[in-house]
């Protein structure tokens, strides 16, 4: 897969500044840690992100991926600097027909609460991500997966539906991919955090020595853990949550907390890296942040009064004619995100921009009078009142200055009348699968460095999305791009799919962005926590 690794690194490449890491000087470094044990610590990591469900079968977002990836086991994982999946608590995995995968685990694993891993619980955690099928959880990456084999103690068979399924061995990696205790969980329903903890149901690099949910964790070494990550080099390292970008900023000069995770604004960045007392890091790119748009309950959406499907597409289309994306990058981001015009990130394999040909000017400016034209032809009249929501906290305080502008392009038109709304991450997570959002912002982080990665969980009957948006089309060109060994034959593909979604416009992509962290002096392993894979490791920090 190291057509994989090289388009992550053309992202790089492409997003530039917008890739940053600051290390603060808050003292002297450390020795390196012997191989195969923990260094002294502890560390503590801060971010603003917010877990909703440790349950993988929960939960499909960056904040509680980032301590899932680091209790549970994986069959395949990545190296730090990597994005090619090896085997993690496998021994082997392959595909042993075009329709058959399969994995062969290391002997001796054991939970933390002494049950031991086997093949009964790979079968059993695909088969309950399948079956509970969360709106808010990652089962739409099990799209092509039939069925899932136990057939002996360490021998897991997954039968596939379409042969030659180029990304598998990414989403193994991915958030669909934690393996879960088939003791602990059960087998409908998703386990609440409190639970998983106390029935001490971990697998991975780390165990959890203590939980207070979106305030602190404290995980501790698992000296158990047997995967391609090897030992962590620090024992023990504290997550800290904040509600405020601006404490965590204040934290990080001050030197209490060693490295922060997601998300500084773009003005705090800005001010960190003119501190002599901070170094720049580049890392990878690859997170997109765009518009959704629900198809039942957007003006003249299916199961609305005025139902028009025309006027439904003329309603988005009109929008796509109208947002300044280089404005929005520029004004509220000062650059750290650029432009985006595609469905796959730039940078990717096919990645194209057919958004920047069919709306606005053509050149990727707004046009009012192409906008005008789209509403008038439909038989609409303007200005028409449109419900937008979007989030304040999980991506960022900069949500709000960005949303505030997108407001004010779409009405300096006067086509629009728009009516702003904010929810809170928790509860935006549950309303926006309900229905309750007509249109509202959404952010993607990659799951693994496939450009399938920016298609199937978004443009597939079984969509996290929920948007209720169906073009059998479009899952037709998905599937076929998904399970293409031809490179240049599915790069076409691969374009062709984002040409035939930019007619439909289920979402409006707006931004590209990367991987922000920033580090004490004496921590080492930040550059390796941004790599390819897109996956944070606590367990490469060390001082």
């Given amino acids: 897969m190291a057509k994989t690794t090289s388009a992550v690194r053309g992202a790089v490449a492409l997003v530039g500044i917008s890739a940053l890491a600051l290390t603060a000087c808050t003292g002297p470094s450390g020795g390196s840690s012997p191989s195969g044990s923990a260094a002294s610590g502890p560390i503590t990591v801060g971010t603003t992100d917010k877990v909703t469900f440790l349950d993988p079968a929960g939960s499909y977002d960056n904040g509680s991926f980032l301590v899932m990836n680091q209790i549970f086991p994986f069959l395949l994982n990545s190296k730090p600097g990597s994005a090619e999946p090896q085997p993690d608590i496998a021994e082997s995995a392959s595909f042993t027909s075009p329709k058959e995968y399969t994995v062969k685990l290391k002997s001796g694993l054991k939970w933390a609460n002494g049950d031991t891993l086997d093949s009964a619980d790979v079968k059993f955690s695909f088969d309950r991500q399948v079956k509970i099928n969360d709106p808010n959880g990652p089962a739409s990456l099990l799209e092509n997966l039939e069925s899932t084999e136990a057939k002996d103690a360490t021998t897991v068979v997954f039968h596939l539906k379409l ?43 780390y165990t959890v020595s203590s939980y207070q949910k979106n305030q602190l964790v404290s995980f501790k070494a698992n000296p158990d853990y047997k995967g391609l990550l090897g030992a962590p080099k620090t024992d023990t390292v504290n997550l800290k949550y904040f509600s405020d970008s601006n404490n965590l900023k204040l934290e990080v000069q001050q030197g209490s907390i060693d490295v922060a995770w997601r998300s500084l604004t ?21 997170e997109i942040r765009y518009i959704v748009f629900n198809f039942d309950t957007m003006p003249f959406g299916a199961k609305t009064p005025e139902a028009d499907p025309a006027k439904a597409l003329a309603v988005r289309q009109a929008m796509a004619d109208l947002v300044d994306r280089d404005a929005i990058a520029q004004q509220v981001y000062k650059g750290t995100y650029t432009p985006l015009y595609s469905y796959v990130a730039d940078g990717f394999l096919g990645a194209k921009t057919p958004l920047k040909d069919m709306y606005g000017d053509g050149s990727g400016k707004p046009s009012a009078d192409k906008a005008k034209k789209a509403l008038s032809d439909a038989g609409i009249q303007t200005p ?23 407001k004010q392009q779409l009405e300096s038109s006067g086509l629009f009348k728009v009516n702003l709304q904010s929810t809170e991450w928790v509860t935006y997570q549950k309303d926006r699968a309900k229905d309750v959002y007509p249109m509202y912002q959404l952010g993607w982080f990659p799951d693994f460095s496939d450009p399938d990665n920016y298609l199937t969980p978004f443009f597939t009957k079984n969509s996290f999305l929920k948007n209720h948006y169906d073009n059998a089309a479009v899952q037709d060109l998905v599937a076929k791009e998904a399970t293409n060994p031809d490179k240049s034959a599915r790069e076409k593909q691969i374009q062709d799919v984002q040409t035939a979604v930019a007619k439909d416009l289920p979402t409006l992509p707006l931004l590209q962005g990367s991987q922000v962290a920033v580090a004490g002096s004496s921590v080492k392993g930040v550059e390796t926590t941004l790599d390819p894979s897109f996956k944070f490791r606590l367990g490469v920090l060390s001082k």
């Fill in 384 to 406: 028409l009142a449109i419900n937008l929501q979007y989030n304040p906290d999980h991506y960022g305080k900069s949500s709000g200055d960005e949303y505030a502008l997108v």
């Fill in 163 to 205: 042969e030659n399924d180029q990304t598998f061995p990414q989403v193994l990696t991915g958030p669909v991919g934690p393996i879960v205790d088939h003791n602990v969980f059960p087998a409908d329903k998703v386990m609440n955090d409190e639970d998983i903890i106390a029935k001490k149901a971990f697998a991975g690099p």
């Fill in 266 to 286: 773009a003005t705090d960045v800005d001010s960190l890296a003119k501190d002599s007392k901070v170094a720049v890091h580049k890392g990878p790119g690859g």
